[in-house]
C-alpha cells in the first residue's frame, strides 16, 4: 500500500506523533510499565492524553519514576507536596488514587503478577481491530468493562471502562490503528 496514513487522531504535533508511531498499540508486558501507564491515564480522566503526554516527564520525576514500593508509603506530606507541583495535575483524589494504586500494584504483583493480572482479560494476546476509520472505535468493550470492575475490586479508582480501554489501546493489549495506518500490523 503506498496511499498509508496515520491514524487522524495523532495531528502533527512531533510529541504525539512519536507516541502513535513507537508506543501507542504496542503490546507491553513490563509490570511498571504497565502500572505507570495504568496511572497516568487515571490522571488524563476528563482531560485530553496529550495534556498526560506532554507532562509525562514531570509526572515521571514528581513520582519518583513511578516506583510502587515507594509511593505506597506515602501520606498527607507527599499529598500536599505533589498539590504544590504546577507540572503536574493537581488533583487530590487522582494523587491519592495513585497511592492506593500503588498499593494494589504491590498486592496483585505478589499474588500473580500484575502483567498476568491485566493481560488475562484479552487471555494474553492482543486483540488487533480492523478499523476502516475513526468513527468505528469504540470508547469501551466488554473486556475493558470486565477489567475495570478487576481494578476496581482491586482497590484501584479514576479506572472506569472508557479509561480502561484508553489503558488497553495504549499497551497493546487492543490495537485499535486503522487498517489504513503503517502502524496496523497488517502493514508491518
Known amino acids: 500500500m503506498t496511499d498509508l496514513a496515520r491514524c487522524p487522531w495523532c495531528g502533527t504535533d512531533p510529541l504525539y506523533v512519536a507516541y502513535h508511531d513507537s508506543e ?35 509526572f515521571r520525576a514528581a513520582f519518583h519514576g513511578f516506583d510502587p514500593t515507594l509511593i505506597a508509603t506515602w501520606g498527607e506530606p507527599e499529598v500536599q507536596h505533589l498539590l504544590q507541583d504546577p507540572g503536574i495535575i493537581r488533583h487530590r483524589g487522582k494523587i491519592e488514587a495513585t497511592i492506593r494504586g500503588a498499593q494494589a500494584y504491590l498486592r496483585i504483583e505478589a499474588r500473580e503478577g500484575f502483567a498476568p493480572f491485566v493481560w488475562k482479560h484479552v487471555d494474553h494476546r492482543p486483540i488487533v481491530n480492523r478499523l476502516p476509520d475513526m468513527g468505528a472505535a469504540q470508547a469501551q468493550t466488554p473486556a475493558s468493562q470486565a477489567l475495570a470492575k478487576s481494578l476496581k475490586s482491586e482497590g484501584f479508582a479514576f479506572c472506569g471502562p472508557t479509561i ?12 485499535d490503528h486503522l487498517v489504513s495506518c503503517p502502524q496496523h500490523p497488517d502493514n508491518q
Request: hydrophobic share 50%.
Open 164 to 175: 480502561a480501554y484508553a489503558f488497553m489501546q495504549a499497551t497493546g493489549m487492543v490495537n
Open 24 to 58: 501507542w498499540g504496542v503490546a507491553e508486558h513490563d509490570p511498571r510499565a504497565l502500572w505507570e501507564c495504568l496511572m497516568l491515564e487515571s490522571f488524563q480522566a476528563g482531560l485530553s492524553w496529550i495534556t498526560i503526554l506532554r507532562r509525562r516527564e514531570t
